[in-house]
């Protein structure tokens, strides 16, 4: 009988910052991230993300914000996101014809972000 091993699952999503205290604290206070572990010492955080975790890692040479990438978040409340976020959403939250309202914000360090919401009675 042979074994078929389980694929890998993401444990995290790695941010590297040259400006770790203000964007641990931007994710935990205005993206609403619970902090899970916090060692000031070496500059790492892993906040909890729902199904993976994202760390925050300090650098003194970070490098620049991919345009490749983003990272998506599902909120049950978009509009508290929404207020929550301020200057940092590019743009009110809207609709999208595949069944959810999203909108975009950039972190301190110049990350996109996206967040979104299912409309009533629609999911992934």
């Known amino acids: 009988m042979?074994?078929?091993p389980?694929?890998?699952?993401?444990f995290s999503v790695e941010l590297r910052t040259s400006r770790w205290d203000?964007?641990?604290?931007w994710y935990r206070d205005i993206l609403g991230l619970k902090v899970l572990l916090r060692v000031v010492d070496d500059h790492y955080a892993l906040l909890d993300a729902g199904c993976t975790r994202l760390a925050i890692m300090g650098r003194a040479t970070p490098g620049e914000p991919s345009g490749r990438w983003s990272l998506g978040f599902e909120t049950d409340d978009l509009d508290a996101a929404w207020q929550r976020l301020g200057a940092a959403a590019t743009s009110p939250p809207r609709a999208n014809p595949e069944g959810f309202r999203e909108l975009v914000a950039i972190d301190p360090?110049?990350?996109?972000?996206?967040l979104f919401s299912w409309a009533p009675g629609h999911h992934a």
Not at 22 to 25: G, S
């Open 2 to 4: 042979s074994h078929t």
């Open 109 to 114: 360090d110049g990350n996109k972000i996206r």
């Open 6 to 10: 389980h694929p890998p699952s993401l």
């Open 22 to 25: 203000l964007l641990v604290d």
